[in-house]
């Protein structure tokens, strides 16, 4: 079974904490991604990457950084975080663009106190 | 701008059908995808249109018109587990981006 794995379900974090989140797939796939979401809206993208090293903005890169040092993990960064940050974060992966479809892992719900 | 739109939320009974529609709007078009999403757990992918018609998947079909952008979910047999919220998504000019709706939340009543 293919796997993507966030490394923390629960967060609580203060306002001005540098946070890190780790997401680890298993299925060598190329894309990785980081979403979040929120009530009512659809996912939105915060950034993306295609290979080793390689990253590209979402639609939502304000306030966060992302780190692929290997191709299996893929590490979104919050350096100050803010309560507008409270959010659920999603990892996903990739493997072939003409199926396009995303293996998720199940999530990172962070607060912001 | 590029927009998709979804009912808020629906309720159906058990063993019953259910539609639920997607319309969209965006520059260019790649495909639409339907997510199942149960409440505090990882979206999981349910289908892939990228041709007009119906597609089916044992009790889900998904149904696509490119010239109408529109698409629907259709559910038969509906049971207690299908309650989740389902996502639609459409690429668009990106084949890395999708462009999400902001999901139905399907409830399912005995």
């Known amino acids: 079974d293919v796997k993507v794995t966030q490394s923390s379900r629960y967060l609580v974090k203060r306002t001005g904490e540098k946070v890190f989140l780790e997401c680890v797939q298993d299925?060598?796939?190329?894309?990785m991604f980081w979403y979040r979401q929120d009530p009512g809206l659809g996912l939105r993208l915060i950034y993306f990457?295609?290979?080793?090293?390689?990253?590209e903005k979402g639609d939502i890169p304000e306030g966060y950084s992302v780190s692929r040092e290997k191709k299996e993990r893929f590490s979104l960064i919050l350096e100050s975080a803010s309560t507008n940050q409270t959010s659920m974060y999603l990892c996903?992966?990739?493997?072939?663009?003409?199926?396009?479809?995303?293996?998720f892992g199940e999530g990172s719900r962070l607060t912001v106190l | 701008g590029q927009n998709i739109d979804q009912p808020t939320e629906m309720t159906a009974t058990e063993g019953a059908i259910v539609q639920i529609n997607c319309t969209y709007q965006?520059?260019?078009?790649?495909?639409l995808f339907w997510y199942q999403q149960h409440a505090g757990e990882a979206p999981t992918f349910l289908s892939y249109?990228?041709l007009d018609g119906l597609e089916e998947k044992g009790r889900f079909s998904s149904f696509l018109s490119r010239s109408k952008g529109y698409s629907y979910l259709l559910l038969k047999e509906l049971q207690m587990k299908d309650s989740a919220s389902y996502l639609c998504?459409?690429?668009?000019?990106?084949?890395?981006?999708?462009?999400w709706g902001a999901g139905t939340k399907l409830i399912i009543k005995p």
């Open positions: 996903a992966s990739q493997g072939f663009i003409s199926t396009g479809e995303l293996f």
């Open positions: 299925m060598d796939h190329e894309n």
């Open positions: 990457s295609y290979d080793v090293k390689m990253k």
């Open positions: 965006t520059s260019g078009f790649n495909g």
């Open positions: 249109n990228v």
């Open positions: 998504a459409v690429s668009g000019s990106s084949n890395y981006q999708l462009i």
